[in-house]
T-cell receptor, first 115, second 110 residues
Framework: NAGVMQNPRHLVRRRGQEARLRCSPMKGHSHVYWYRQLPEEGLKFMVYLQKENIIDESGMPKERFSAEFPKEGPSILRIQQVVRGDSAAYFC?????????????FGPGTRLTVL | RKEVEQDPGPFNVPEGATVAFNCTYSNSASQSFFWYRQDCRKEPKLLMSVYSSGNEDGRFTAQLNRASQYISLLIRDSKLSDSATYLCVVNNQAGTALIFGKGTTLSVSS
């Protein structure tokens, strides 16, 4: 059973470009969460999605950031017009259900560097 | 007050030592509690869930005090491989997200 998969593992963008981060949850998991870890900081929740629905986006910046989890394919975290402050590790996690005491399994992360 | 607070450390201990980490959380409505481990530049990995009655997994013992909103992790007989950052984690009131502390760094030396 493959774990949570994220790609790319490393992404370099220039200011103003777009970044697309992908996450495939563990098999059988229908709940996906995105977290961001800034340098020397703890992980911060961004958004929680189920298939085709955003359930909680209270941690998402108001502008430039969006997320989706389509019926087919991976979840996508999209950052438009990136700025240097977006440089961070972005982790995706999945769980089989919300009721499962929120035990979440994390992917290896995408490290975004904005030049 | 931060939602989850931990002593950042670092804790530097010799092999075989016993070390304890503490954590406090601010939201009394939190229902789920965990310790995760994060190695340098890696993803967090679940170490153990924390139950009200306390629970043990090998050399690791976790305790929860809901009245004081306090969580602890005890590691006995430390190994070199225990060197990592230990993250105290609680769920949010809606149960839709995990709230992470900044972590406590442990370094075990021979």
């Amino acid at each position: 059973n493959a774990g949570v998969m994220q790609n790319p593992r490393h992404l370099v963008r220039r200011r103003g470009q777009e970044a697309r981060l992908r996450c495939s949850p563990m098999k059988g998991h229908s709940h996906v969460y995105w977290y961001r870890q800034l340098p020397e900081e703890g992980l911060k929740f961004m958004v929680y999605l189920q298939k085709e629905n955003i359930i909680d986006e209270s941690g998402m910046p108001k502008e430039r950031f969006s997320a989706e989890f389509p019926k087919e394919g991976p979840s996508i975290l999209r950052i438009q017009q990136v700025v240097r402050g977006d440089s961070a590790a972005y982790f995706c996690a999945s769980s089989p259900s919300l009721a499962d005491y929120n035990e979440q399994f994390f992917g290896p992360g995408t490290r975004l560097t904005v030049l | 007050r931060k939602e989850v607070e931990q002593d950042p450390g670092p804790f530097n201990v010799p092999e075989g030592a016993t070390v304890a980490f503490n954590c406090t959380y601010s939201n009394s409505a939190s229902q789920s509690f965990f310790w995760y481990r994060q190695d340098c530049r890696k993803e967090p990995k679940l170490l153990m869930s924390v139950y009200s009655s306390g629970n043990e997994d090998g050399r690791f013992t976790a305790q929860l005090n809901r009245a004081s909103q306090y969580i602890s992790l005890l590691i006995r007989d430390s190994k070199l491989s225990d060197s990592a950052t230990y993250l105290c984690v609680v769920n949010n009131q809606a149960g839709t997200a995990l709230i992470f502390g900044k972590g406590t760094t442990l370094s075990v030396s021979s």
